[in-house]
């Protein structure tokens, strides 16, 4: 097609068998997509298109991804906010017309369904890094590396020491969004399959990163969980995920509730914070 479609935040330029997507920079627009810049997706990525009314007198076309063809959507394993959601674009209500025209457009070109057995849309490419809350990760794209930081890293990470983690030998990424409250990055061994049930809790566990309030981001941390999923698919073509994280025991999540209402408390955390996060964490009994 060739044509440009400019919307907020980013604009969708439709080739024969891709769509580009560059994402704009500024104070609004969120930072996952500044992080991004830009992407290309290829078509058979795409399962479907749809076009729906937005708030504020805007429409919203969406593509929506195959499962299994985007690392970076298979790490956010549905938990971005719709907001930094990277396959929206939101128009002004009276362009719905050429909006409409588009996405009959891409629909008429899409021919893939179902999930993708391999990873059809690039990774961020390394290296990367980001700062959690207990130490600094690094990827140079053959290994994963925590550093821990001694104001942060509980006592069983700092007894095991700075950890190195080989591509090969991970079998797939768990990334929980710093969003809700206490986030954490872990890698999964191989030989674990992708089972966490057994899994320490991430404080403790040297092969997990923890977030929190400043520490850890989406805008950082995701793109990184991406190009480690990405690059351990590449190592091993046998199907590795990212795992939702497991249920918490109801003690730890009663222990959070209470660190929580002491950031409140402190003046940390703004009453409509601890509101929601409190409601989040709850729901996870």
Same mark, same amino acid.
């Given at each position: 097609m060739g044509d440009v479609l400019t919307g907020f935040h980013a604009a969708w330029e439709f080739e024969s068998d891709s769509v580009l997507i560059r994402y704009e920079r500024g104070i609004r627009t969120p930072k996952l997509f500044q992080a991004l810049g830009e992407r290309r997706i290829p078509l058979a990525a795409l399962a479907g298109v749809t076009l729906t009314p937005g708030r504020r007198g805007t429409v919203v076309l969406r593509a929506e991804p195959r499962p299994g063809a985007d690392p970076l959507m298979e790490a956010a394993d549905g938990q971005l906010k719709e907001g930094s959601d990277p396959y929206r674009l939101v128009l002004p209500a009276e362009r719905a017309t050429l909006a409409e025209y588009y996405a009959d457009e891409l629909r008429d070109r899409l021919t893939g369904t179902g999930p993708a057995d391999r990873h059809l849309v690039a990774a961020p490419e390394p290296p990367l890094r980001f700062k959690a809350y207990d130490g600094k990760a690094s990827f140079d794209g053959t290994a994963v590396r925590f550093r821990w930081s001694w104001t942060g890293a509980s006592s069983e990470k700092w007894k095991a020491g700075d *950890? #190195?983690?080989?591509?090969?030998? +991970?079998?797939?990424? &768990?990334?929980? #969004?710093? &969003?809700?409250?206490?986030? %954490?990055?872990?890698? +999964? @061994?191989?030989?674990?399959?992708?089972? #966490?049930?057994? $899994?320490?809790?991430? /404080? *403790? /566990?040297?092969?997990?990163?923890?977030?929190? +309030?400043?520490y850890g981001p989406v %805008? &950082?941390? +995701?793109?990184? !969980?991406?190009?480690?999923?990405?690059? =351990?698919? $590449?190592? $091993?073509?046998? @199907? =590795? $995920?990212?795992?939702?994280?497991?249920?918490? /025991?109801? !003690? /730890?999540i009663a222990e959070r509730i209470r660190h929580l209402g002491e950031l409140h408390r402190a003046g940390l955390v703004t009453d409509d914070e601890f509101s929601v996060k409190k409601a989040e964490l709850l729901a996870e009994l």
């Open positions: *950890q #190195s983690f080989p591509v090969g030998g +991970l079998g797939g990424v &768990e990334w929980r #969004s710093p &969003e809700v409250f206490e986030g %954490h990055l872990r890698l +999964l @061994p191989r030989e674990a399959g992708t089972a #966490s049930g057994a $899994a320490a809790p991430p /404080d *403790q /566990d040297p092969a997990a990163v923890v977030f929190g +309030l400043g %805008h &950082e941390s +995701l793109p990184f !969980a991406a190009a480690v999923l990405a690059a =351990v698919r $590449a190592a $091993a073509p046998a @199907p =590795v $995920a990212a795992v939702a994280a497991a249920r918490r /025991d109801p !003690a /730890d």
